[in-house]
């Protein structure tokens, strides 16, 4: 069956330190796969988008990483800010589908000051 | 950017009410979605639209519809609403002219609890 997962524990860090989430996906043969930030009560933000040929992408303090052969991503948060606290969405866009995007559970991040 | 207004941020219903979940985008986006998102179960999809008048449906489209009259509204129907249909509602858009570079855009969400 196809699946995607993330960390289900929340992860909670110190501030300043590198924070690392975890999605991983089976039987999909995704194009792109984004990352979102979602607090609570409002709808995901739109982070960044990885292409499959590509194997990593960042933007200020975010890292994204995609390796389609262990079919994972990573997403770093270096220097991390209470201000990222948040649960963070992974989700797949599969070819040929009308643009739709299937989503992990998401991950609760907790950054301690 | 283009902003996503859905037209309620919490809503209760009685079981068995007809209830109708208004989204409008601001700009002249193909795209929108609907997805349901629950404790647990993540978002997941229920219709999406792709032009006026053209629907399709995603994962779990039973118990509900939608309308796309015009491009800028996307509308999610409960046909009948029951107490499982209790979550918050989402919807998004995507503007394919841009290319992949973005995601989508959603608005903020509706509570809905049926009752």
């Known amino acids: 069956s196809q699946k995607i997962e993330q960390n289900s524990e929340a992860l909670n860090i110190q501030e300043g330190k590198t924070a690392t989430l975890t999605c991983n996906y089976t039987?999909?043969?995704?194009?792109?796969l984004q990352w979102y930030r979602q607090d609570p009560g409002r709808g995901p933000v739109f982070l960044l988008l990885?292409?499959?040929?590509?194997k990593e992408k960042r933007k200020e303090r975010l890292k994204v990483t995609f390796d389609t052969t262990l079919k994972q991503s990573l997403f770093h948060i270096t220097a991390s800010q209470p201000a990222d606290s948040a649960t963070y969405l992974c989700?797949?866009?599969?070819?040929?589908?009308?643009?739709?995007?299937?989503f992990g559970q998401g991950t609760e991040l907790s950054v301690k000051p | 950017d283009v902003k996503v207004t859905q037209s309620s941020r919490y809503l209760v219903k009685r079981t068995g009410e007809k209830v109708f979940l208004e989204c409008v985008q601001d700009?002249?986006?193909?795209?929108m979605f609907w997805y349901r998102q629950d404790p647990g179960l993540g978002l997941r999809l229920i219709y999406f639209?792709?032009?006026?008048?053209?629907?399709e449906k995603g994962d779990i489209p039973e118990g509900y519809s939608v309308s796309r009259e015009k491009k800028e509204r996307f509308s999610l129907i409960l046909e009948s609403a029951s107490t499982n249909q209790t979550s918050m509602y989402l919807c998004?858009?995507?503007?394919?002219?841009?290319?992949?570079?973005?995601?989508?855009?959603f608005g903020s969400g509706t509570r809905l609890t049926v009752v």
């Open positions: 989700a797949l866009m599969i070819y040929n589908q009308g643009g739709k995007l299937i």
């Open positions: 039987n999909y043969s995704p194009a792109y």
């Open positions: 990885i292409r499959e040929n590509e």
């Open positions: 700009m002249d986006h193909e795209n």
């Open positions: 639209s792709y032009d006026v008048k053209m629907k």
């Open positions: 998004a858009n995507l503007d394919r002219a841009k290319g992949t570079g973005e995601g989508y855009t």
